[in-house]
């Protein structure tokens, strides 16, 4: 067939599909050890328990679980009370759920900013941020992250002083993807403050803080808004199954019919059978085992990696310390480059993600993000061999 060349949008056009999603498809060929994937523990996946969930709701709400109608109140409610005991002040009204926490993302990026605005990230940071930001035009200003105290306060109040000043700012405050840090408690209540100070809104993107297996939960920096200028991301997707994509917002009442409205020009909302199912999960006092065992299970395998990596690669490498979430950010000698090793550790039949991936304003060639949440200790012990082997027959 004869196809006519077609001239796209400017936003198609400057979009790029994320290079994760080619490099973990080349990571799931039989037999590779992967250590790509931003996926919690394939096992503590609640199969059973959510298909009793799904049945329960079909056999009481019947055909309302598979139609239109709007967001289902007594999920609202729950992360409403959810983000109240998070010390949030907010209201009800203010929760709208979502198909996951990207397209929280995707919304408030696009309420907030036009073509060329300036907006303030991470330098090294999830790819889901750049391509919201990217695909639009928009101005990227990034800061560093601190291995221990999370983003750079000092370096966002610079970058909020510089002109054109910005109008937007993307943070990640827990178990950062790809970096496995955090945003330090009195930091927090800084990016709140400097929010104020400079008029400027903050997207706290949230998806992994209830995946913590160690140390003290912090609060969000939302908790500490008084200006209503933090739009909170909230998710699901991590906590019970990605595949549900279910997430949420928490947004200042004013800007709630907007929201709704460029919600509805997406996807109109999130499937009702999802949000009753995974209302009724809660109902039943499912959650909250759930997240013990499974962090728990987290908790060692990230040990294990730790372990792994200390006594095989200490001499060509340093790497984060995770309190939670899924990752282990690994920084090697300079002169190794992750990318130009990752054909020879796929014929060896192991996987990372190469960090430039994460970079905004490229460089950083020899970091690699690594996932421990989906290999047993033992593979965990030879997969980090297996790497080591390559990464010193280069380095």
């Known amino acids: 067939m004869k196809t006519i060349s077609l001239q796209l949008g400017s936003d198609a056009a400057n979009l790029k599909r994320s290079e994760i999603r080619r490099l973990i498809g080349l990571a799931a060929a039989p037999g590779v050890l992967s250590c790509a994937a931003g996926l919690p523990s394939g096992e503590h996946i609640p199969v059973n328990e959510f298909r009793d969930c799904m049945d329960t709701v079909l056999q009481r709400d019947g055909s309302r679980a598979l139609q239109y109608g709007p967001q289902y109140e007594p999920l609202t409610q729950w992360i409403f009370e959810f983000m109240r005991r998070r010390n ?5 009204e203010q929760v709208l759920i979502t198909n996951g926490a990207q397209q929280g ?3 408030i990026s ?3 900013l036009d073509r060329n605005d300036v907006a303030v990230t991470e330098e090294i940071t999830f790819t889901g941020i750049q391509q919201v930001t990217a695909g639009r035009g928009i101005q990227v200003r990034t800061i560093p992250t601190h291995p221990d105290h999370g983003a750079d306060m000092d370096a966002l109040e610079k970058a909020l002083q510089k002109e054109p000043r910005p109008k937007l700012v993307i943070l990640i405050p827990d178990f950062h993807n790809p970096l496995g840090v955090s945003i330090v408690k009195e930091n927090r209540a800084r990016a709140a403050a400097l929010a104020a100070e400079y008029a400027v809104p903050i997207i706290e993107d949230d998806p992994y803080s209830q995946l913590r297996f160690s ?7 939302i908790s500490h808004d008084r200006r209503g200028l933090v739009f909170y991301l909230g998710s699901f997707s991590k906590m019970l199954a990605p595949a549900m994509r279910l997430g949420w917002i928490v947004a200042p009442i004013d800007l709630i019919p907007k929201i709704r409205a460029l919600r509805e020009s997406l996807d109109l909302e999130t499937s009702a059978l999802i949000q009753r199912s995974v209302a009724e999960f809660i109902h039943r006092g499912l959650l909250e085992p759930h997240l013990e065992a499974m962090n728990a299970t987290h908790g060692s395998r ?14 060509v490498a340093t790497w984060t310390h995770p309190e939670g979430g ?4 690994v920084t090697l000698k300079e002169g190794i480059n992750s990318r130009q090793l990752f054909k020879e550790a796929i014929e060896r039949k192991v996987a990372y993600v190469p960090g430039e991936a994460f970079a905004i304003q490229g460089g950083h060639e020899n970091t690699m993000r690594l996932s421990f949440c989906n290999l047993t200790d033992e593979q965990i012990h030879e997969a980090i061999k297996r790497l080591s082997a390559i990464v010193h027959a280069q380095g």
């Open 105 to 107: 993302l995707a919304i």
């Open 110 to 112: 696009r309420l907030l």
């Open 302 to 315: 990230c040990s294990a990696m730790q372990s792994a990596l200390e006594e095989h690669m200490a001499d």
């Open 88 to 92: 949030v002040d907010c209201e009800l």
């Open 326 to 329: 899924l990752f282990i950010w």
């Open 215 to 221: 140390g003290k939960p912090l609060l969000p920096i």
